[in-house]
């Protein structure tokens, strides 16, 4: 069974970090494609970063380029959202989907990813 979870959620202040983790389980994400997204009150879910294991390339949001970096850790079959200089807008949920195979799935968009987790509360307070 494939399954996703994210940690690493919280409270914190403005200018802050956190390090959120996707935790996958029933398949590797060696060649995966996996994408964060993040859904604020009363927004629509907009994609924050994906990483694309099969190439080795990483995509950002111009909202988050520069202050966020994903990474994979293939043999903990992990994948690492780390935030710094967080925002009050950073506030959210954020989730991470994946594209299992690394074909279809596009990146900072749903389109391919297959599966979702249940996501975790970013609070970032000013």
């Known amino acids: 069974e494939v399954q996703l979870v994210e940690s690493g959620g919280g409270l914190v202040q403005a200018g802050g970090s956190l390090r959120l983790s996707c935790a996958a389980s029933?398949?590797?994400?060696?060649?995966?494609?996996i994408n964060w997204f993040r859904q604020a009150p009363g927004k629509e879910r907009e994609g924050v970063s994906c990483i694309r294991n099969r190439a080795g390339s990483t995509y950002y949001a111009g909202s988050v380029k520069d202050r966020f970096t994903v990474s994979s850790d293939n043999a903990e079959n992990t994948v690492y959202l780390q935030m710094s200089s967080l925002k009050p807008e950073d506030t959210g949920v954020y989730y991470c989907?994946?594209?299992?195979?690394?074909?279809?799935?596009?990146?900072?968009?749903?389109?391919?990813?297959?599966?979702w987790g249940k996501g975790t509360l970013v609070t970032v307070s000013s």
């Open positions: 029933g398949f590797s994400i060696d060649t995966a494609t």
């Open positions: 989907a994946v594209d299992p195979y690394g074909i279809l799935g596009s990146c900072l968009s749903t389109y391919g990813m297959q599966y």
